[in-house]
């Protein structure tokens, strides 16, 4: 008599990634990871701590103007309180010509510099292994960035072990990890159209645009910069607070030097500026 197999429950399934993340990270012995302090770097810090212990892990997070400072002010606290090993590294991709021309491939050049420097720094302090939060979905957008890390043979363990974003966050809520509902961000490169030119004072403008944006009570905000032209987006459940709001944000972006402010009537979507491509 044949007897069916048990159906797994979401929390069995769960468990299951967990245990393959664990045997993916203690496979590496040692790891350098790229830490942004989002929830998938945290999730994925968390999991090499317990695994490799605190000794073997270096969460290395990089600094320029392409990345907000609170945001790395945030990782920097995050590392400290789960105990980890912490650096933070000066990343230098806006002297490529590649990234700062803006092409469609923009984020490949950041992660080609980016994990290139993380390289030399592992095999200087000897780990064996430099390690990316990427995930399954992942896949699902334009990434050129990922190219860069195949090419460089970097791991992602959360990919490999089959944990989609939905999976991060849910592993994060049962293990209390202060991250778990964090709003999804990128670099201010991001806000850019592909082909107008990355500039520090622009980076700089958009940053403090969206700080305005989200001092105004919006957690999850992208201004996308376009020229004279701020484009806020919001998610869509937001958008009848943001034109509420308009009277105290509109004159405080135009004091940035934008002409217009225009609030995007879809809404907030990850990778807006991918539609054009």
Not at 38 to 55: E, H, M, N, Y
Not at 116 to 121: E, N, T
Not at 237 to 266: F, H, M, N
Request: contains cysteine; proline residues 5%; negative net charge.
């Amino acid at each position: 008599m044949t007897h069916p197999a048990p159906t797994l429950t979401g929390r069995d399934r769960l468990s299951d990634k967990e245990r393959q993340l664990e045997t993916v990270l203690a496979d590496c012995k040692s790891v350098v990871l790229g830490y942004s302090g989002g929830v998938d770097s945290t999730l994925l810090l968390k999991k090499a701590i317990d695994v490799l212990g605190a000794d073997r892990v270096l969460a290395v997070t990089a600094a320029s103007a392409t990345y907000d400072p609170d945001e790395v002010d945030e990782a920097t606290r995050l590392a400290a309180s789960m105990g980890a090993r912490h650096a933070r590294l000066q990343s230098t991709e806006l002297e490529a010509e590649g990234f700062v021309k803006n092409p469609p491939e923009r984020c490949y050049y950041c992660k080609a510099d980016l994990y290139g420097d993380l390289q030399r720094l592992a095999a200087e302090h000897g780990y064996e292994t430099v390690i990316d939060g990427s995930h399954a979905d992942d896949a699902l957008d334009y990434r050129p960035g990922l190219k860069a890390l195949d090419e460089r043979g970097i791991l992602s363990p959360l990919k490999a072990a089959g944990f989609t974003k939905a999976d991060i966050r849910a592993l994060s809520r049962r293990l209390g990890l202060p991250t778990a509902d964090k709003p999804a961000n990128a670099c201010l490169a991001s806000r850019f159209p592909y082909g107008q030119p990355i500039t520090v004072p622009e980076l700089e403008r958009v940053g403090k645009a969206e700080r305005i944006v989200r001092e105004a009570g919006f957690d999850v905000v992208r201004v996308r910069h376009h020229g004279d032209v701020a484009r806020i987006e919001v998610p869509p459940a937001d958008r009848r607070r943001l034109l509420e709001a308009v009277d105290a944000i509109v004159p405080a972006l135009k004091q940035l030097g934008y002409t217009w402010v225009s609030c995007d009537l879809e809404g907030y979507r990850s990778g807006s500026m991918n539609e054009a491509l």
